[in-house]
Nanobody
Framework: QVQLVESGGGLAQPGGSLRLSCAAS????????MGWYRQAPGKQRESVATITSSGGTNYVDSVKGRFTISRDNDKNTVYLQMNSLKPEDTAVYYC?????????WGQGTQVTVSS
């Protein structure tokens, strides 16, 4: 059973930075898209950033220019560098890995942006 372990969440001040990491507990074969999603209280889960196996990226408009997604294929790990954080970025962040025939989700990590 593959588990995705997220780390790097926490409390940040507005304008600050955090870096999220998501690592698979064991090697996953056939990975294509990796991504980060978030869910704020009372809102639906939304896609924040995705990255394909060839390195193509996509971001929700609200984080463009502030967040950067990257991946390490050898380590089956995906990262999210979050800069210039805003209070509206407060949410539980989930990583997702899509592989051939499977979709894996992390357990979520809380990100709180507050002064």
């Amino acid at each position: 059973q593959v588990q995705l372990v997220e780390s790097g969440g926490g409390l940040a001040q507005p304008g600050g930075s955090l870096r999220l990491s998501c690592a698979a507990s064991r090697r996953i074969f056939g990975i294509n898209t990796m991504g980060w999603y978030r869910q704020a209280p009372g809102k639906q889960r939304e896609s924040v950033a995705t990255i394909t196996s060839s390195g193509g990226t996509n971001y929700v408009d609200s984080v463009k220019g502030r967040f950067t997604i990257s991946r390490d294929n050898d380590k089956n790990t995906v990262y999210l560098q979050m800069n210039s954080l805003k209070p509206e970025d407060t949410a539980v962040y989930y990583c997702r890995i899509m592989a051939t025939g499977y979709i894996y989700w992390g357990q979520g990590t809380q990100v709180t942006v507050s002064s």
